[in-house]
């Protein structure tokens, strides 16, 4: 089911399945910021990871000597969660552990994914609560993709990314069959701060970036419009097409932690950079997409 919130800016559609952005669209001119999905390329969206982001070795971890399955980027992005709260604005969905999630995943959560409207800008606010009795590792993130070009005007390659900060960022480097390795090289920006936007960076799979600033604009010196994200307590970003092909969208994906290590199957107690939340504790993240 669809679910519709809105502003005097924008209009925002986002599905109770994974509680996944559908639809952000500029009122002013009706210009369509999300990619809309097509299966030649990614039948996606903007999913919304928990409780793990990326691969799992074999879809496999441990956790206390027993073995556990799970998809890629966890099981929420392909889960109905329940509507708790819509106003015209803003709207809540939850999903608490139950006799599904518990065979995947064995910890007793609580997580609400809330959608706040603000001018031209849609928070994703992320509360995740430990009911259970133990120490709760997982992590969140988000997959959004965007249309490149964003208005019909120019091609992929008159596209660039923009971080709003000088800093060396390091990106991870990947293993043939799009694991992790412990292995990161300096990552090259034009200016310190600039990435052009051509079709065959992504033919090893995704970038993965740490040491990262943390707001990043896509935009574009034949068109107007832009697409900004600030994830300022995410770790990594990632940056993703589909491999060797000529797909006009880009995901640009805050995460708190990444993909197992190529040909290592993760114990989950202590799997890298995973959120440990102790028992009655809540946590939150968020990020902001902002259209101009």
Sequence with gaps: MLYTI???????????????LMSIKLKEDGTQYLWQGNAEYWSGRAYNLFPICGRLTEGKYTYKGKTYEMNLHGFTRKTPLNVINQKSDSISFNLKANENT??????D?????TYILENTSVKTLFIVKNNG???MPFAVGGHPGFNVPLDNNGTFEDYYLEFACEKQAKSIVMSPTCYTTR???????EKGKILHLKHDLFDNDAIILQD????????SSVSNKSVTLEYPDMNYLGLWHKPHSDAPYICIEPWYSVP?????IDDLSSKRDMIHLEKGKTYQNAFTITVK
């Design 6 to 20: 809105e502003n005097k800016f924008i209009e925002v559609e986002i599905s109770n399945v994974g509680a996944e």
């Design 102 to 107: 518990i065979k995947m995943y064995p910890f």
């Design 109 to 113: 959560f609580d997580l609400t994914i």
């Design 133 to 135: 009795e133990e120490t």
């Design 183 to 189: 292995e990161t090289l300096p990552f090259a920006l």
């Design 212 to 219: 990262m600033c943390k707001k990043i604009t896509l935009k």
């Design 260 to 264: 197992a290590y190529d040909g290592e």
